[in-house]
């Protein structure tokens, strides 16, 4: 009993002091004791027995029952060294490695977590982190931004894909996959990041959302009534996708762009939706469709649009 209270006397106060690991001795513990397990101020000194040894008396040359072991015989174990824990089973089990300084009781109970380990025995990553030291974040795609504190897999928010809910499904991309591919994107799909694809025949742009120029309107599929023009000359060419800027060509309006504007706008263009427009002189109404009154001819269009009600 002596033995074993000056055994842990002389730990604790190696501990506590900072002197060197069993073997080395000196102000930078740079020369080797005689003997290798014992703790040593001096070359040929035997302090203590580090874990796992015992009988100092012997130049601490016995090897206890398991290295985890803090030992005054060959059978007894009477605790365990850190990172160890189990004296019914010779502290053959290790402590959790989210333990702080890698301690933890005879239970397995850990006296405190590392940052980012959470539970009794610190094995499991805080709500949100996953992989090794808990230093990975769950994907957003992940329901309740809840996974698998071992590989991070979870099940899916809405629009999302893969066992980590870390892609959007097919035909999205964007914050929360909220935003739908372009339909000039090949099979639909497009990278979740930004939504970049291979564009289908007619098609162009990193997100495949412009029509190659002399095209518009629903898929692309309409061509231009004026190849003479240029990408420059306006909205008429490369129109975007949908109808949404450009998709109507100088001079058109309507359902496909099908009705042409009337020769009384000013410079023959008008609105796409309901051809709207500025008359030019001697016309009127909201189409420019109408001779000012009084008028039998509107300039020089008199035999598109004449004026039968005027009898002069």
Request: with cysteine; proline share 2%.
């Amino acid at each position: 009993m002596v033995i074993y209270i000056f055994a842990i006397i002389l730990y604790f106060i190696n501990a506590i002091c900072g002197l060197c690991l069993p073997g080395k001795h000196g102000d930078s513990c740079s020369y080797n004791c005689t003997y290798r397990h014992c703790f040593c101020s001096s070359e040929r000194a035997c302090e203590g027995c580090e874990i796992g040894y015992w009988d100092r008396r012997q130049n601490c040359e016995l090897q206890c029952i398991s290295l985890t072991c803090r030992c005054t015989n060959i059978t007894n174990c009477l605790s365990c060294k850190d990172g160890s824990y189990g004296l019914d089973s010779k502290c053959d089990k290790n402590c959790s490695s989210g333990c702080a300084s890698n301690i933890c009781y005879n239970n397995g109970t850990c006296f405190r977590c590392k940052s980012n380990y959470t539970g009794n025995t610190c094995d499991s990553c805080e709500d949100g982190l996953y992989g090794a030291n808990c230093s990975l974040q769950c994907s957003q795609g992940c329901e309740g931004r809840a996974c698998s504190s071992r590989d991070g897999t979870c099940n899916c928010n809405t629009n999302y894909r893969g066992e980590k809910c870390d892609s959007c499904i097919e035909g999205r991309y964007g914050l929360s996959c909220s935003e739908p591919c372009s339909p000039g994107c090949v099979l639909d799909d497009c990278t979740s990041i930004n939504g970049n694809c291979d564009c289908k025949e007619y098609y162009k742009g990193d997100t495949c959302d412009v029509c190659v120029d002399g095209r518009y309107g629903h898929d692309c599929l309409s061509t231009s009534l004026n190849d003479e023009h240029s990408e420059t000359d306006g909205p008429n060419f490369g129109a975007a996708v949908g109808g949404v800027v450009g998709a109507v060509l100088v001079g058109r309006y309507g359902l496909s762009c099908s009705e042409p504007c009337n020769p009384g706008c000013v410079l023959d263009d008008c609105t796409s939706i309901n051809g709207n427009c500025d008359c030019k002189e001697y016309y009127k109404g909201d189409t420019c469709d109408v001779c000012v009154d009084g008028r039998r001819r509107c300039g020089m269009d008199y035999l598109l649009f004449p004026n039968f009600n005027d009898k002069n």
